[in-house]
């Protein structure tokens, strides 16, 4: 089984941990020698607390965190925003599956539906949110909304460009092997449109992400971007940056996660590198 | 020229009769163009046919229509008599180009067939696995096809059609994307599973070679556009045949002499219209 494409030396491998190790740490550093009152003179603000206000500290920062995960105040507003963004990621797909396919499929609604999907694409969507608030309440229904519309369309073009792309002949070969118009559709349109799901995954799960938090944020009572939202109410830089920070590391966990289901669900997939190198 | 009338005496297993194929031009509306006319070729049961043509002449055509892939403008498809109305079931297909789903392993792509027929699953499981090792690749089973060889994808779609045991084979240069000692080998491999049970080979080839070797009559297409089939020769070497050794024989070098004198005025003609074009 050929493994996950790796880096060419692998010699290089704990050295580039190290190297990703020094930089995270040289950038928290950075952050705590420039807004620590009073370690270097102050050079910009004339208040040597006044960056400190600005920026927050990394250590309080990662108080905040601390207080958070050990007090267990986080677990609800991190559940909210995971149940939302795979609600939204799920239902969107889903969605973004059916009409791609739909449309790819039937010229005819495809050419009527063609300028509407145009136009919704193009229509700053985070626009609505807003207007999903007051039509689906403050409660997790106007977050899901949200992010479905951002991850819809993702989901849709790639579909709908993954089925006009089947190869003919994969297509001639399967009608010529006996498959009826319903065959096709799950043995032949369906795998290979998925194959293009895939492809979007990274983006549509970061979207619906976005879409959920960015939907706290603008009105709710639970989730991390409701938090964030509470702390810049009352200029509590630290929380809004804790908040950043464990959104930008559940992100990464979820990418993780995607890039693990990907690896397992397209095997089939030619990797350019398959050498191992010795 | 020994135009040879064939002589099968039951009705022919495929018969394609006056087909006309006309396409309307993509880039300029209402220009038209005929790629194939009045087109008459019959196979014969267990029956091996070539044909031959030069390059751009239309030979794919005229397979896919044998298919039911595509609807002649004018003509009559005839499958043992009958009409044929939609896909061909009665015939495989091989492609020239890559024709094997991707993201099914080289077992799961044999059994495709047997599955859409509904076949259960143990059983399309073990005549798939049985096909594998007759085409030569036991082990072979869970590999993709982005990990096979282009030969070995080849073998996979021969099992594929072969599985399903048509009473027609049409095969679109099935070998001419392969260098030449695998494509012998294949030729071989062909031939072999052909004389073990005899079906109706349309086999299109641009490489006359090819066709001499493996046929029992090559049929030869004039150069396009409208092209239709201008002479036609048996081939009288023994069987069974060695594709190597054969192409050594006198018979095969005063046959091949024969058909090519047949053929050069319409290569020459495909060649220039290549070139103007």
Known sequence: MPKAAKPNARVSRGRLALYHALLLGGIFGFWYAMTEPGLITPFYFDDPTRAKFFFGQPLEVFKRIYTWFVGGSIYLHLGVTLIETLLAFAIGTFLGLVCGLWLALAPTASTLADPYIKAMNAMPRVILAPIFAVWFGLGITSKVVFGITLVFFIVFFNVYQGVKEVSPVVLANARMLGASGKQLLRYVYLPSATSWVFSSLHTSIGLAFVGAVVGEYLGSARGVGYLIHQAEGVFDIDTVFAGILVLTIFALVLDFVVTRVENRLLVWRPRTAETETL | ?277
């Open chain 2, 1 to 277: 020229m020994t135009n040879v009338a064939h002589a099968s005496s039951s009705t022919p297993a495929l018969l394609l009769e006056r087909i006309t194929c006309t396409f309307a031009s993509r880039e300029e509306q209402g220009e038209r163009y005929t790629a194939v006319a009045d087109a008459t070729v019959s196979v014969g049961p267990g029956e091996f046919v070539s044909v031959v043509g030069p390059t751009g002449c239309g030979k794919s055509t005229l397979l896919n229509v044998a298919a039911g892939l595509l609807f002649p403008s004018s003509g009559d498809v005839r499958i043992s008599g009958q009409p044929l109305i939609g896909i061909n079931r009665r015939a495989g297909y091989m492609f020239q180009a890559e024709s094997l789903m991707p993201w099914r392993s080289a077992l799961d792509n044999v059994l495709a067939g047997l599955e859409f027929f509904g076949v259960e699953r143990g059983e399309s499981e073990r005549r798939a696995r049985d096909w594998l090792a007759r085409v030569g690749l036991s082990g072979f089973e869970t590999r993709f096809p982005h990990e096979l060889s282009g030969g070995m994808r080849k073998r996979v779609a021969l099992a594929q059609m072969l599985i399903l045991d048509p009473e027609i084979m049409l095969m679109d240069e099935p070998f001419s994307a392969l260098d030449v000692q695998t494509r012998q080998m294949m030729e071989n491999e062909l031939l072999e599973l052909w004389s073990a049970n005899r079906k109706s080979v349309l086999f299109i080839t641009h490489d006359l070679e090819e066709a001499i070797a493996l046929s029992d009559r090559v049929i030869v297409l004039s150069a396009g556009p409208a092209t239709r089939p201008i002479a036609e020769f048996a081939i009288d070497l023994p069987r069974p045949r060695d594709v190597n050794e054969i192409r050594l024989t006198p018979r095969f070098v005063e046959l091949h002499s024969k058909i090519w004198h047949a053929m050069k005025d319409e290569v020459l003609k495909g060649y220039a219209q290549s070139r103007k074009a």
